[in-house]
Structures are given as structure tokens and as C-alpha cells.
């Protein structure tokens, strides 16, 4: 059957997992937490390595459950996981409603409401579009334009980690997504940004910005640079 589900449906079974997409990848049998999101996605939990799956398939996905107990999932690039079902130990599904959305810190929140006033310390020429812009996934957190016209998407974070990447990553996927965006630049923005989310953003093309908390509240102080 198709995945076409409005719950979180939560399986824990003993299973083994193959990836076919660009890389091929194998996981040999153990017992694992699979879980599938409302919003078409699948990842492949260990009890271990605390939110981070071993394996999974962002949205939008279908899932096929055969007979044989083979799913075989697949996204709209044609790339699959191919999970082989041995033994199911728990099925079930939950309606969580619509999340109220992460509430940030004061430091963070304001972080967002100082840079959206003051784009031009992005560069000359940058207008902003909204703060909090919309999507399926969540909210980004400053939706703006560059000299040039081109969308920018910044994601703000105190401390600027790798899930912070991550998460920026999901939201440009789907931005790029809109015609009327695209296409569209990412920007991570924090006070801090450490050495390995730095690494990450610069391999999948996105700018990143380190902010100056006091220097942004002392508008005469511009001394944010993109690079």
C-alpha cells in the first residue's frame, strides 16, 4: 500500500535496511525504531546516537509494503530504502495536531528582530522579505532579497551546530521548490558557529554569518560580514 497518512505512525521491529540512491549503504538486521512523519518522511532509528537516524527519506516519499514484508520506500529523485521486515514488535499510530513551533530563547528572538531591521549589514542592497516565512516544514526565520534580487534564506542560532545546517538544509530544499523563490540561497547566522557546521554549510553552498549580539544593538557598530 502507498504511505498516505495524517498521524506519526511509530514500528519497532527487527529489520535490515538497504539504501539504493547515489551511494548504496546496508544496515544487517538488529531491532529499530522506524518511524514515519505525517509529512511523507521515514528515518531509521537505533537506541543510540540520541535524535539522529541511521537511515532515512525526506519528504516527499511513498512507501510500499508488500506481502513479503519487504517496504520499499521511495523519493521523487528515485532513490529507495529497501526496509525487509522480519518481525514487528510494536505498531501504532498517533495524531499529534498542529505544533505551536519552537518558542526561542530571548537572545535568539531578538537576534532575529535586530538583523531584520538591519539587512544592510548583509550588504548593500538587501531588503527583507518577512521574518518567520511559512512553510510546511516550519518557519524560516528571515526570508529576504540580496543586491542582486536573488531570495535569501537565513536560519538564526545562538550557538550555530550542525542540526542547524541540517535544518536550513531542509527548509532551502523545500523553498526551492516555489518558482516565484528560486532559486533560493541559504545563510546561517549565529553568534557562534562551530567548526564543523561551518565545514558543512561552505560543502552545501551556504553563506555563513557570525553575529555580534552587542554590535547589533549599538547600531552604530556594523561589523557583520557574509563569507
Known amino acids: 500500500m502507498?504511505?498516505?497518512l495524517r498521524t506519526m505512525r511509530l514500528v519497532i521491529a527487527r529489520c535490515s535496511v538497504d539504501y539504493a540512491g547515489r551511494l548504496s549503504a546496508h544496515l544487517p538486521s538488529a531491532t529499530r525504531l522506524l518511524l514515519i512523519k505525517s509529512d511523507g518522511s521515514l528515518s531509521?532509528?537505533?537506541?543510540?546516537?540520541?535524535y539522529k537516524p541511521l537511515n532515512w527519506m525526506s519528504p516527499p516519499c511513498s512507501m510500499k509494503e508488500g506481502e513479503d514484508g519487504v517496504w520499499t520506500v521511495t523519493n521523487k529523485a528515485g532513490e529507495q530504502l529497501?526496509?525487509?521486515?522480519?518481525?514487528?514488535?510494536?505498531?501504532?499510530?498517533?495524531?499529534?495536531?498542529?505544533d505551536p513551533g519552537l518558542i526561542k530563547d530571548g537572545v535568539e528572538a531578538h537576534l532575529q528582530e535586530l538583523l531584520a531591521d538591519r539587512m544592510e549589514v548583509l550588504g548593500e542592497g538587501w531588503t527583507l522579505i518577512r521574518r518567520?516565512?511559512?512553510t510546511a516544514i516550519g518557519p524560516v526565520d528571515i526570508l529576504c532579497r540580496d543586491a542582486d534580487g536573488g531570495t535569501v534564506a537565513i536560519e538564526i542560532?545562538?550557538?550555530?551546530?550542525?542540526?542547524g545546517v541540517e535544518q536550513l538544509t531542509r527548509y532551502l530544499e523545500l523553498l526551492n521548490r516555489d518558482p516565484?523563490?528560486?532559486?533560493?540561497?541559504?545563510?546561517?547566522?549565529a553568534q557562534e558557529i562551530k567548526p564543523q557546521a561551518r565545514v558543512?554549510?561552505?560543502?552545501r553552498g551556504i553563506g555563513c554569518v557570525t553575529l555580534d549580539y552587542d554590535a547589533l544593538r549599538g547600531i552604530e557598530d556594523d561589523k557583520l560580514r557574509l563569507f
Open 157 to 163: 542560532k545562538r550557538r550555530g551546530e550542525i542540526d
Open 200 to 203: 558543512l554549510a561552505t560543502d
Open 132 to 134: 518567520e516565512y511559512p
Open 44 to 50: 531509521v532509528h537505533a537506541d543510540d546516537r540520541a
Open 82 to 98: 529497501i526496509i525487509s521486515i522480519e518481525e514487528i514488535l510494536h505498531d501504532s499510530s498517533h495524531e499529534l495536531g498542529v
Open 180 to 189: 516565484h523563490l528560486a532559486p533560493v540561497k541559504g545563510v546561517f547566522a
Open 2 to 4: 502507498l504511505l498516505a
